[in-house]
């Protein structure tokens, strides 16, 4: 075996440039790229328009009033529409789980309609089609929102809280039975505290995609006092001269309630990690 | 040592199995199998994988439901579509090869659950109840930890003072220390030793022969769901008088030896826990 380095033996299976060497390089090269596209963008970009069509403090300052207004509607939307959601969600994830044959099948037709067609179709059909055909007037644009997107989200949380219930081990349950558990309180105690834990990710996913989502209420004509922040953000489009600053001011409204909602999750996700 | 609490024909059945059958499928398991555990009895049930034994023991407590035959706990037919068997259940432990503590409950939840649930036991008495018997499996000072917070070994002895915390009658070990590391099997068994020489009457699945020989009163060999071979421990694993029993147990307490006859041999697989 040959120590010296320079040895011919070592020298000929040697590769040219060690890997290390050329994965240095190589980042280093991810980094100057970077560096040249940022510089060439603010170059590039027009500082006063920016400041007037993203962030025109006219329009801000017009919108001002009427924000927190359009904030709270979003979140009212938002939350109705997912606690129909979860309620019809947790039926048909029941459903597809049951013994009885057919409501296996009307959970699982469900799902693959909702799922299958735009929410704005739905949101559409809820706010004009049930009123004329089945004549019932749906009482405010809250109920309406709530229902349409309700049925959407329940496809997708049906699908999240059954997988969840089937992720808990089968032991779990043989434990439970085992101990003289019934079958519903080893459902209760057991079961879904530990599904709980596995589905409070992706719903919190649905969450954010509801909260985004309840911008379709547009569509069913909204009064003032209905406003939420897409409608509020597009009609402010119409100020001559502002640009686009209103999308750019409700889209920041809209980050300020879906980040949160992520680092919630995250936080909740870390704190169960300890039972896993 | 033919046992450590020599038991009389007249004590009463704690367990009695007669003419049980169970069937997968068209798999057939159990073919058979007449077995009795009296008071204080401690069995062992050994035999190759896929030979029935955990079917057996989960078909005791109705965690599987028998095709034929009658299973009595206690006096009471279990398979008796109107008996309560939740209410039978509470009279009877059992332990699982993979511990299956509530993985959302510290040891201390473990033990408590049921005893409120079921034996709507107030907190202050299930806990009391609870710190003895994890005295007994020594984890008073693991009360408070998750399952995921322990090892294996302290796992099983949390989910053997689970199941003691019912006060049951009888029971039933599922292969308890096959899911262990080597070092940790010790601690297990010998708190199973401890249980036995306490008088409790129990049913164990088990590979473990040196505890079968030890501590057993009876052995039961099952080969392909029948029982093969029943009798004093010294008798069955010492010398064995069938030909299938002397196979196994010469694979087991001499897994290096290989015979001729067995090359080319492939063990169905027991069905999964």
């Known amino acids: 075996m040959p120590t010296d380095p320079n040895s011919p033996a070592l020298l000929a299976t040697r590769p040219r440039m060690s890997p290390r060497k050329k994965a240095k390089i190589s980042q280093a090269a991810q980094y100057g790229v970077l560096a040249i596209v940022i510089v060439l963008a603010l170059k590039a970009m027009d500082w006063d328009k920016l400041r007037t069509q993203m962030f025109n403090v006219n329009v801000i300052a017009s919108m001002l009033d009427a924000l927190p207004r359009a904030f709270a509607n979003t979140l009212l939307y938002t939350i109705c529409a997912f606690a129909v959601g979860l309620s019809l969600g947790m039926v048909l994830a029941l459903m597809k789980m049951s013994s009885v044959g057919p409501y296996r099948w009307l959970a699982t037709a469900y799902a693959e309609f909702f799922r299958g067609i735009p929410a704005l179709l739905v949101v559409l059909s809820i706010g004009f089609l049930i009123p004329i055909l089945f004549g019932i007037k749906l009482p405010n644009m809250t109920v309406k929102i709530g229902i349409a997107l309700g049925l959407v989200s329940a496809a997708y949380v049906s699908e999240t809280l059954r997988a969840g219930l089937q992720a808990v081990p089968r032991g779990q349950v043989e434990a439970a039975r085992s101990l003289g558990l019934s079958q519903s309180q080893a459902m209760r105690s057991v079961?879904?505290?530990?599904?709980?834990?596995?589905?409070?990710?992706?719903?919190?996913?649905?969450?954010?995609?509801?909260?985004?989502?309840?911008?379709?209420?547009?569509?069913?004509?909204?009064?003032?006092?209905?406003?939420?922040?897409?409608?509020?953000?597009?009609?402010?489009?119409?100020?001559?001269?502002?640009?686009?600053t209103g999308v750019v001011v409700v889209g920041l409204v809209y980050l300020i309630i879906t980040l949160p909602l992520g680092h919630l999750a995250r936080r909740m996700e870390k704190k169960n990690a300890r039972q896993r | 040592?033919?046992?450590?609490?020599?038991?009389?024909?007249?004590?009463?059945?704690?367990?009695?199995?007669?003419?049980?059958?169970?069937?997968?499928?068209?798999?057939?398991?159990?073919?058979?199998?007449?077995?009795?555990?009296?008071?204080r009895e401690v069995v062992c049930v050994i035999g190759p994988s896929g030979?029935?034994?955990?079917?057996?023991?989960?078909?005791?407590?109705?965690?599987?439901?028998?095709?034929?035959?009658?299973?009595?706990?206690?006096?009471?037919?279990?398979?008796?579509?109107?008996?309560?068997?939740?209410?039978?259940?509470?009279?009877?432990?059992?332990?699982?090869?993979?511990?299956?503590?509530?993985?959302?409950?510290?040891?201390?939840?473990?033990?408590?659950?049921a005893q409120r649930k079921v034996l709507k036991r107030s907190k202050a008495e299930a806990e009391e109840v609870a710190w003895a018997n994890l005295r007994q499996v020594g984890l008073e000072d693991r009360a408070t930890f998750?399952?995921?917070?322990?090892?294996?070994?302290?796992?099983?002895r949390a989910a053997i003072a689970r199941a003691?915390?019912?006060?049951?009658?009888?029971?039933?070990?599922?292969?308890?220390?096959?899911?262990?590391?080597?070092?940790?099997?010790?601690?297990?068994?010998?708190?199973?030793?401890?249980?036995?020489?306490?008088?409790?009457?129990?049913?164990?699945?088990?590979?473990e022969m040196a505890f079968a020989r030890d501590v057993s009163d009876r052995v039961v060999f099952m080969d392909d769901g029948v029982i093969v071979e029943e009798g004093p421990a010294a008798q069955v694993i010492g010398s064995p008088s069938t030909d299938r029993a002397r196979i196994f147990l010469k694979r087991v307490l001499d897994p290096t030896h290989i015979d001729d006859s067995e090359i080319g041999e492939t063990e169905p697989d027991e069905p999964a826990d």
């Open chain 2, 51 to 113: 030979s029935g034994k955990s079917t057996l023991l989960r078909c005791v407590n109705l965690l599987e439901r028998p095709t034929q035959g009658v299973v009595e706990l206690l006096g009471i037919d279990v398979t008796d579509p109107d008996v309560d068997i939740d209410r039978v259940r509470t009279h009877v432990g059992m332990v699982f090869q993979s511990f299956n503590l509530f993985a959302h409950h510290t040891v201390m939840g473990n033990l408590i659950l």
């Open chain 1, 191 to 244: 079961v879904v505290p530990q599904a709980f834990r596995i589905v409070l990710p992706p719903l919190t996913n649905e969450l954010i995609l509801i909260t985004k989502d309840t911008s379709f209420v547009y569509l069913l004509g909204l009064a003032t006092s209905e406003y939420e922040l897409t409608k509020l953000g597009t009609n402010a489009l119409n100020q001559a001269s502002g640009g686009l």
């Open chain 2, 146 to 156: 998750y399952p995921a917070e322990l090892s294996g070994g302290q796992q099983q």
């Open chain 2, 164 to 207: 003691l915390s019912m006060n049951p009658a009888l029971m039933l070990f599922d292969e308890p220390t096959s899911a262990l590391d080597p070092e940790l099997v010790g601690d297990v068994l010998a708190v199973m030793r401890d249980l036995a020489l306490g008088g409790m009457t129990m049913l164990v699945v088990t590979h």
């Open chain 2, 1 to 39: 040592m033919s046992g450590v609490s020599p038991t009389t024909p007249t004590d009463p059945p704690v367990v009695q199995i007669s003419g049980l059958y169970k069937s997968f499928g068209t798999v057939d398991v159990l073919k058979g199998i007449d077995l009795t555990v009296r008071e």
